[in-house]
């Protein structure tokens, strides 16, 4: 059974998490969103300089194993630190959680190639900088959702890769969603071999940030987590070695796209966690400042049972994550199900509870001089975030 009992190494770093993100990330992710131009917010020093404590304090390289620099941290413990940095800077924490999308699929597909290793593990974990962050590429322009759409053969990705003279040459655009597209030192590109199999006629390279023939666009202006920069990634004629083919195109395609959306649903579940507690916390506290019909607010039962639903919300949604980090740590990277499942149920939880906790506190609710409204908007992106909810639903089911 779960031990919901923390060790005192699970303690400390939720410990850290909270004192960084109440003293640094939060003020910092409030100002930046009031920055109207997204380019202008990844191009500050402030941007920059909050990147780089994330890093030095390891929160980029938590899952990685230790062997090659990382925490080597279980999913449980990575989920409960998702979890309070969600509750103080949930845009940094978006930012970071696909940050590290290129070493972590390097130990778990090719640990074995010390040249690959060498050239993006190590330097990623070694960095202080911040500025090694990374970016998965799969969706474009007119294969979103169809991403998983695995029996349709007229589907397939329109990057293509062509292998001639032990290189291969990519060439094709990624869509705008591209989490870190616009910042990353390095990419995991999903790109056509063979269209006539469809999505499983692609295969994933890793590719350099800094290769010739890579531009990104714009980051797009968007409503929440505007400090998770997302913009699209664009390959003209990028050629890199025949060893950066790190899985092959074919019928295992699916296995390896499932297992991405397994480990990353939970992040964000984590994500909408964090979102509704913050919500929660700062009603609160309000509620029981704000006095009208001569007593503080908290104290009239409409208002009390939205607070309760909330709080029911976190301890539910919380309880089920953990069930799916458990499986996680059992045999990686855990049940494709209880996965999407809890994400599903935590980010549709998140955009109720966040939304009723600006309705608590009335026109101060809808006021940018309180963060509630924030919260409301960044959680709105989570039922989108690594699959919309209802195309993550039909993929759950099938597995029932």
């Not at 090719?110 to 202080?128: A, G, H, M, S, T």
């Not at 940030?209 to 980051?219: E, F």
């Not at 503080?296 to 301890?315: M, R, S, Y």
């Not at 919380?318 to 149920?345: C, E, H, M, V």
Request: glycine share 10%; net charge negative; proline share 4%.
């Amino acid at each position: 059974m779960v031990d919901f009992e923390r060790t005192d190494t699970q303690e400390q770093l939720v410990a850290t998490a909270r004192e960084f993100g109440m003293g640094v990330v939060a003020p910092a992710e409030i100002e930046l969103d009031r920055i109207a131009d997204p380019e202008e917010v990844f191009a500050s020093d402030l941007f920059w300089s909050v990147m780089s404590q994330f890093f030095e304090l390891g929160f980029n390289r938590m899952a990685l194993p230790e062997a090659f620099g990382g925490l080597g941290l279980d999913p449980q413990t990575t989920g409960m630190v998702w979890e309070e940095l969600g509750r103080w800077g949930p845009g940094f924490a978006a930012s970071l959680m696909p940050g590290a999308v290129v070493p972590q699929l390097l130990c778990f597909l090719v640990p074995d190639r010390e040249d690959l290793i060498d050239e993006f593990v190590r330097p990623y974990c070694q960095d202080k900088s911040g500025r090694r962050i990374t970016a998965w590429c799969s969706s474009e322009p007119d294969v979103g959702s169809d991403g998983s759409n695995y029996e349709d053969l007229a589907v397939h990705h329109h990057t293509t890769a062509r292998l001639e003279g032990g290189r291969y040459t990519l060439n094709g655009a990624k869509s705008d969603f591209v989490s870190n597209g616009g910042i990353a030192s390095a990419y995991i590109v999903f790109a056509c071999v063979d269209p006539s199999m469809g999505i499983k006629g692609s295969a994933a390279f890793v590719v350099p940030g800094d290769a010739k023939g890579i531009s990104r666009g714009r980051a797009i202006d968007k409503t929440g987590l505007r400090t998770l920069n997302q913009s699209s990634v664009f390959f003209d004629d990028v050629e890199i070695p025949e060893g950066n083919l790190i899985f092959p195109h074919g019928e295992s395609y699916p296995m390896l796209h499932n297992a991405i959306i397994t480990v990353g649903n939970l992040a964000v579940g984590y994500l909408a966690v964090g979102l509704m507690r913050a919500a929660y916390e700062h009603a609160l506290e309000h509620c029981k400042s704000r006095i009208q019909w001569g007593k503080p607010i908290f104290e009239h039962q409409l208002v009390a049972k939205k607070l309760f639903e909330c709080w029911q919300a976190i301890e539910a949604c919380r309880a089920f994550l953990y069930k799916g980090s458990w499986l996680s740590k059992q045999n990686f990277p855990g049940d494709l199900k209880t996965s999407l499942g809890a994400k599903i149920f935590a980010t549709e939880m998140a955009v109720t509870h966040t939304a009723e906790m600006v309705q608590v506190l009335g026109g101060y609710g809808i006021s940018m001089e309180y963060p509630v409204e924030k919260y409301a908007r960044d959680a709105k992106l989570l039922k989108i975030m690594d699959g919309t909810n209802e195309i993550l639903m039909a993929k759950a089911a099938k597995h029932l």
